[in-house]
């Protein structure tokens, strides 16, 4: 079973940048097209950005332009965030962009306040 692991979150004002990483390790079989998901208390996980495997990637309109996503190879999984908003607070997770897996990682705390 594959396991992710989140870091980089934490508190930053307005305007200001993030960069999140993933981990990825277990029995990975392709993991082809990963992404980055956020949710908020008493909402759905939505899903925010995407890369294949050939770096081809998506962007949910919110975030465009702003966030950026990459990959070091299968295992490593970046959300490069700049002009931050107050709605991206949220927890941030990193998983199969195409059918995530039912273990998901314990995310990590993105909190966008003055």
């Known amino acids: 079973q594959v396991q992710f692991v989140e870091s980089g979150g934490g508190l930053v004002q307005p305007g200001g940048s993030l960069r999140l990483s993933c981990k990825c390790s277990?029995?990975?079989?392709?993991?082809?097209?990963m992404g980055w998901y956020r949710q908020v208390p008493g909402k759905q996980r939505d899903l925010v950005a995407s890369?294949?495997?050939?770096?081809?990637t998506n962007y949910v309109d919110s975030v465009k332009g702003r966030f950026t996503i990459s990959r070091d190879d299968i295992y490593t999984v970046y959300l490069q965030m700049n002009s931050l908003k107050p709605e991206d607070t949220a927890v941030y997770y990193c998983?199969?962009?195409?059918?995530?897996?039912?273990?998901w990682g314990p995310g990590t705390q993105v909190t966008v306040s003055s």
């Open positions: 998983n199969d962009a195409d059918t995530p897996s039912a273990s």
């Open positions: 277990g029995r990975i079989l392709t993991l082809d097209n």
């Open positions: 890369i294949t495997n050939r770096g081809t």
